[in-house]
């Protein structure tokens, strides 16, 4: 194992992490399948060449991770009973964006680990199977060896923390929906992050595998939250979701974390001949976040939404990294990325389309709109195409400005006061993308976490 070539510091920050990954693995010796202990020693060693990037890495120039660097986050404990009366405020939270009679089934994992007692997954026959990875990994399920870490673990330096994720991958959520099968209600998968000792500087590593087969159909809702943490806390979540020929999939990850949290996290789609994906990404927490999503477009005919929406107050900084890569012809894809940014707030868009020399006729559009709401608010936005066929049409645009003068001169010459006519206006941008969600209740839910984050701020009501 090198060392990682841009650290500066003496200390090599990574090296704490081979030694808790040599725990972790003496551990976990006796419950953990023989085709996985590979797999975890090929991530800590990617880790390890990888290293934490810098801004000397093409793909983190604007995003400066050396909070992540500089401390080193153990593996959270359980949290214990004195989390209960927080969990149970979370929980009731993540149930008014999607309630739980309004569900196909529902996992809860605390600090990384499931909790059957939070969980509700009614018996859905069919051969659907939703559940704990880490049961699944007990009972053997030979899925798991097919599909686990087969897509996320790109040998790509961007994805560090992925291979981190995957080093120390103990459980998480599996879904298999069986060919021809349709799910009339959403999968939730709610992940809770507790402080379960004072002072302690921890990290979660989430991981979902979704298998959706020909033919089905299936919802899923992917909720982070967490409650404010005595030290630095740090989720770091991997997503693998498989998407079969003709397969249709509506995929939502909500971020919703306390504002101090550091967020990293990968989505990783995979999609077969007519294959149809709706990816929406909402980013309304965290002090640092990062959002990688790579979707690769493998079959003919296959189709991408990708849509994200991201509030950036204070001095929090959030960036969106996008890949996707189509691999066949007749494909499409759709990007479309929103940000709202006020006091400090910092967001950052990087948005790649790749047309591979066989994927003729591909048609792929990308959008990238920023709205600031204070001098201070910033936004760099990095539209990327690389196509190697000579038959496409891809297309891309960004822009960043403040609320549109004429507008909110029009609504105050109607009486309307300051503060709701910006308001107004804030919400007919944020509404061109919830109004793609398919889901009422995260629709309404999303418009009121906006605003009440939003309307506090003094820059919301200070003249352009």
């Known amino acids: ?34 085709w996985l202990r590979p797999r975890r020693k090929v991530a800590i060693s990617r880790f390890a060449e990888w290293g934490f990037p810098t801004i000397l890495d093409e793909g983190w120039r604007f995003t400066n991770i050396g909070t992540l660097a500089r401390s080193h986050f153990v593996v959270a404990p359980p949290a214990g009973e004195q989390g209960s009366e927080a969990i149970a405020a979370l929980l009731a939270r993540a149930e008014s964006y999607v309630p739980g ?30 559940g704990s990875l880490a049961g699944a990994l007990a009972s053997q399920e030979g899925i798991l060896e097919c599909y686990l870490s087969r897509f996320a673990d790109a040998d790509d330096r961007n994805y560090t923390f992925a291979a981190l994720n995957t080093a120390f991958l103990e459980d998480g959520a599996l879904v298999v929906v069986p060919q021809g099968v349709e799910l009339d209600k959403p999968i939730h998968l709610v992940f809770l992050s507790v402080s379960a000792t004072d002072g302690y500087t921890s990290a979660v590593h989430p991981r979902v595998l979704a298998v959706v087969g020909r033919n089905a159909r299936a919802s899923f809702v992917e909720s982070h939250l967490s409650t404010r943490h005595e030290a630095a806390h740090w989720t770091n979540g991997v997503t693998e979701l498989i998407a079969w020929q003709n397969a249709s999939v509506d995929y939502h990850r909500l971020q919703l974390e306390d504002p101090d949290a550091l967020h990293t996290g990968l989505l990783r789609f995979h999609l077969e001949a007519d294959a149809q ?30 849509n994200g929406l991201y509030v950036a107050t204070e001095n929090h900084h959030i960036d969106n990294h996008l ?22 707030g910092r967001g950052v868009f990087t948005g790649r389309i790749v047309v591979h020399k066989d994927a003729q006729k591909t048609d792929a559009k990308q959008t990238n709109r920023n709205l600031l709401l204070s001098e201070e608010a910033r936004a760099n936005s990095q539209p990327q195409l690389e196509i190697s066929a000579d038959d496409v049409k891809c297309t891309h645009g960004t822009t960043v400005g403040q609320l549109d003068a004429e507008s909110l001169f029009y609504l105050r010459a109607r009486g309307l006061p300051l503060e709701k006519a910006r308001g107004l206006l804030v919400q007919a941008f944020a509404q061109e993308s919830i109004e793609h969600i398919g889901i009422a209740s995260i629709r309404e839910a999303m418009l009121s976490e906006i605003f009440g984050r939003l309307l506090a701020r003094p820059a919301l009501v200070s003249v352009p």
């Open 1 to 34: 194992m090198s060392s990682n070539p841009h650290t500066t510091n003496e200390k090599n920050p990574v090296e704490p992490y081979l030694a808790d990954f040599s725990t972790f693995e003496k551990a976990h010796q006796e419950n953990t399948p023989s």
């Open 101 to 130: 009679d309004a569900t196909a089934a529902r996992l809860v994992f605390v600090n990384g680990r499931h909790v059957p007692e939070l969980s509700t997954v009614p018996a859905q026959g069919r051969g659907v199977k939703i």
């Open 277 to 306: 994906l709706s990816s929406h990404v909402m980013t309304l927490g965290g002090a640092l976040v990062r959002n990688d999503v790579h979707a690769v477009l493998n079959g003919k005919g296959a189709h991408g939404d990708f």
């Open 323 to 344: 890949r996707i890569e189509h691999v066949r012809s007749h494909g499409m894809s759709r990007q479309n990325y929103k940000g709202i940014l006020t006091d400090r």
